[in-house]
């Protein structure tokens, strides 16, 4: 009887991670960046997430398309018709269903890779050992009288 419950606990132990990941395809959006391969790269890397509806688990991935342009796959994104406003490092050409496609500028593309840069290591520089984010003893944010 053993045996026959230890067989089944990698089944067990699959079941219960697959049931954490919400992907499936009413969430997962495919975008295709036309553009400079340094800078799409980057793109991927550094503003991916930012299109994301949810910030409490994310599935993103990079590839590239047989004719050679790169896409990336994301989730969750829900409707993809809110990406037109998310994506500022360049032009929304087309909507096909749940593909986006995108021509991307290379000068707010650049200014957008270098801002999120900037602010990555400056929020690596200003974490307390503790892991207490001293943004808020530097900038604080209540401007009460």
Known sequence: M????????PLVALLAICTGCPRNANNTVTVVID???ALVSQIAE???PSLLDDANWSYISSSQWGWGKP???????????????RIRFGTVTRIDQ????????RFRGTILVVFTRI???????LRDNDGTDLWSQLLPTDQGP
């Open 2 to 9: 053993c045996k026959r419950l230890f067989r089944l606990l």
């Open 119 to 125: 602010k990555k290591m400056l929020n690596e520089l």
């Open 46 to 48: 550094l503003l991916a």
């Open 71 to 85: 896409k990336l796959t994301l989730a969750p994104v829900v409707n993809p018709e809110e990406l037109r406003e």
């Open 98 to 105: 749940r593909t986006v496609y995108v021509k991307a500028d």
């Open 35 to 37: 553009g400079d391969p």
